[in-house]
């Protein structure tokens, strides 16, 4: 008998022991997205110093005239290879992740594929930039000088990044005024980048 009024002493004992448990995971859940290494600037490699400005709050603010990016060499490194980076960024989240030549399936050349007439509208008569120094100005933005709470899981081993976009003289691009970029976090590779309406993932 002793120790069937032992049990609802046992009972409540773990039922606060849970909810301790309960509201010390939520209290380590919510200092962690303060604290999430995703917040922050890195440095970038491989890319041209110049081809983005980071204004410190994640937006992507690409120059009307600049250089050509990625560059002619750098592309001719894709005839060869789809494994050649054609760009390399130090992010906070992820460490070093590469654009790489890719395929149909991912990088530069995926983005070529499916998305170099959305980019072309972006730039469309905003000054003498190619579609591609706008994507890799976005890119570099976007993973090294993340907005507030980015990346974010985006389900099936990848993470996405998204940010506003203008440009260097206070204009949006008309239909698309954020980008999105998705980023396979097993292989720390960029997949797509990809102008949108939506400024989330």
């Given at each position: 008998?002793?120790?069937?009024?032992?049990?609802?002493?046992?009972?409540?004992?773990?039922?606060?022991?849970?909810?301790?448990?309960?509201?010390?995971?939520?209290?380590?859940?919510?200092?962690?997205?303060?604290?999430?290494?995703?917040?922050?600037?890195?440095?970038?490699?491989?890319?041209?110093?110049?081809?983005?400005?980071?204004?410190?709050?994640?937006?992507?603010?690409?120059?009307?005239?600049?250089?050509?990016?990625?560059?002619?060499?750098?592309?001719?490194?894709?005839?060869?290879?789809?494994?050649?980076?054609?760009?390399?960024?130090?992010?906070?989240?992820?460490?070093?992740?590469?654009?790489?030549?890719?395929?149909?399936?991912?990088?530069?050349?995926?983005?070529?594929?499916?998305?170099?007439?959305?980019?072309?509208?972006?730039?469309?008569?905003?000054?003498?930039?190619?579609w591609d120094d706008a994507m890799l100005t976005a890119v570099q933005t976007a993973l090294v000088a993340p907005r507030a709470?980015?990346?974010?899981?985006?389900?099936?081993?990848?993470?996405?990044?998204?940010?506003?976009?203008?440009?260097?003289?206070?204009?949006?691009?008309?239909?698309?005024?954020?980008?999105?970029?998705?980023?396979?976090?097993?292989?720390?590779?960029?997949?797509?980048?990809?102008?949108?309406?939506?400024?989330?993932?």
């Amino acid at each position: 008998m002793p120790q069937n009024r032992n049990r609802p002493v046992i009972t409540g004992i773990a039922a606060v022991v849970a909810a301790g448990l309960l509201a010390g995971g939520l209290f380590l859940t919510a200092r962690q997205g303060a604290d999430d290494p995703t917040i922050g600037a890195g440095s970038s490699s491989g890319t041209p110093s110049d081809a983005a400005t980071a204004s410190g709050d994640g937006t992507v603010t690409i120059t009307r005239a600049g250089p050509d990016l990625p560059g002619d060499t750098t592309l001719a490194r894709c005839d060869s290879t789809t494994q050649a980076a054609v760009a390399q960024y130090d992010t906070a989240a992820l460490g070093r992740v590469t654009l790489q030549c890719g395929t149909s399936a991912q990088g530069y050349e995926h983005i070529r594929q499916r998305h170099t007439a959305d980019w072309q509208e972006v730039v469309a008569g905003h000054g003498s930039r190619d579609w591609d120094d706008a994507m890799l100005t976005a890119v570099q933005t976007a993973l090294v000088a993340p907005r507030a709470g980015f990346p974010v899981d985006a389900g099936d081993g990848k993470v996405c990044y998204a940010a506003p976009v203008r440009f260097d003289d206070g204009s949006r691009p008309d239909a698309d005024p954020f980008v999105k970029v998705i980023v396979s976090a097993t292989t720390d590779r960029v997949i797509t980048a990809y102008p949108t309406r939506t400024d989330d993932c």
